[in-house]
């Protein structure tokens, strides 16, 4: 398993913007899919977007075209760039490598939009 560790949440404004970060313990990036997840309270955990192997990226409908997710190899790094912020990407968002279906998580960041 991979140890995830998540940064840059906090409180903006509507139409503001945030950078998350979630960094690996080891190189996750050649054969792990990682993902960005949320899940507000009393809502289930959704699929926010992933990245595979080979840089592919894909969204979930509610945050395509604001959110962009990117990676850094030599810092073991995946971000997390949401701009245009509605109150409904309240959340707390985590991080997820699969590998294989064996699925590492982080601890999570909070992002609370306000109106």
């Known amino acids: 398993q991979v140890q995830l560790v998540e940064s840059g949440g906090g409180l903006v404004q509507a139409g503001g913007s945030l950078r998350l970060a979630c960094a690996a313990s080891?190189?996750?990036?050649?054969?792990?899919?990682v993902g960005w997840y949320r899940q507000a309270p009393g809502k289930q955990r959704e699929l926010v977007g992933t990245?595979?192997?080979?840089?592919?990226?894909h969204y979930a409908d509610s945050v395509k075209g604001r959110f962009t997710i990117s990676r850094d190899s030599a810092k073991n790094t995946v971000y997390l760039q949401m701009n245009s912020l509605k109150p409904e990407d309240t959340a707390k968002y985590l991080c997820?490598?699969?590998?294989?279906?064996?699925?590492?998580w982080g601890q999570g960041t909070q992002v609370t939009v306000s109106s």
């Open positions: 997820a490598a699969n590998q294989g279906g064996l699925m590492s």
């Open positions: 080891k190189n996750i990036f050649s054969i792990f899919v």
């Open positions: 990245m595979t192997d080979d840089g592919s990226t």
